[in-house]
């Protein structure tokens, strides 16, 4: 079952939050986040393994809320660099091994 | 350090056609991975290789076949390509399933 990303889109001024949502209907064992660029490979941004977990990364971080199986990413301060699509690899119990990826967030930040 | 690198990088089939793809890495990862990435649908796995000599399905692995005969390799095979096939695909490799994958630059096929 394909993780839920929203928005699908979302367009910003450099210097605004965004914030991208990642729900599953299982429960879900770790969340994986990376960014896309156009014609361009992913790129990890990071990992969250356990519920109520919280990383940061520069000015981009992401919590994991295993209740509600959702993990969202936060980009604060936004910079043009930060344009993209954002990936959520979901890990489920049962996946064997596998991630399920949902289908993006587009984001796109202007000067 | 070239990391994951994939050939070709394009490629353009005619139905029917077979052809492999080549992903090779030099980080010594046991995880190897063949994603297809459509418009609009995020990536899906096509076939994996949790280290050398094996392999497994993902979801979508009807019409692909892989091997992983040296660690470092991992090549997915189209016996008999179909337009349903056009795709950009991506190989990328882990220590583990839980680490950092990397990605390499994809190849885009085009299935006429």
């Known amino acids: 079952q394909q993780p839920v990303q929203s928005p699908q889109a979302v367009i910003l001024r450099e210097g605004e939050d965004a914030v991208i949502n990642c729900s599953s209907s299982?429960?879900?064992?770790?969340v994986h986040w990376y960014r896309q660029k156009h014609g361009e490979a992913p790129v990890f941004l990071m990992i969250?393994?356990?519920g109520g977990e919280q990383k940061g990364h520069e000015k981009i971080s992401a919590s994991f809320n295993e209740k509600k199986q959702q993990s969202s990413l936060y980009l604060t301060a936004s910079q043009l660099s930060y344009s993209g699509t954002y990936f959520c690899?979901?890990?489920?119990?049962?996946?064997?091994?596998?991630?399920?990826w949902g289908a993006g967030t587009k984001l796109i930040i202007k000067p | 350090n070239a990391g994951v690198t994939q050939t070709p990088k394009f490629r353009v089939l005619k139905t029917g056609q077979s052809m492999t793809l080549l992903c090779a890495q030099d980080?010594?990862?046991?995880?190897m991975y063949w994603y297809r990435q459509d418009p609009g649908m995020g990536l899906r796995l096509i076939h994996y290789?949790?280290?050398?000599?094996?392999?497994a399905k993902g979801e979508v692995p009807d019409g692909y076949n892989v091997s992983r005969l040296k660690k470092q390799n991992f090549l997915l095979g189209l016996e008999s390509a179909a337009p349903s096939q056009t795709s950009v695909y991506f190989c990328?490799?882990?220590?583990?399933?839980?680490?950092?994958?990397?990605f390499g630059q994809g190849t885009r096929l085009t299935v006429v």
């Open positions: 690899g979901t890990e489920y119990k049962d996946s064997n091994y596998q991630l399920i």
């Open positions: 299982k429960a879900l064992y770790s």
């Open positions: 290789s949790v280290g050398e000599g094996t392999t």
């Open positions: 980080m010594n990862h046991e995880y």
């Open positions: 969250l393994l356990k």
């Open positions: 990328a490799s882990s220590r583990g399933v839980r680490t950092e994958a990397f």
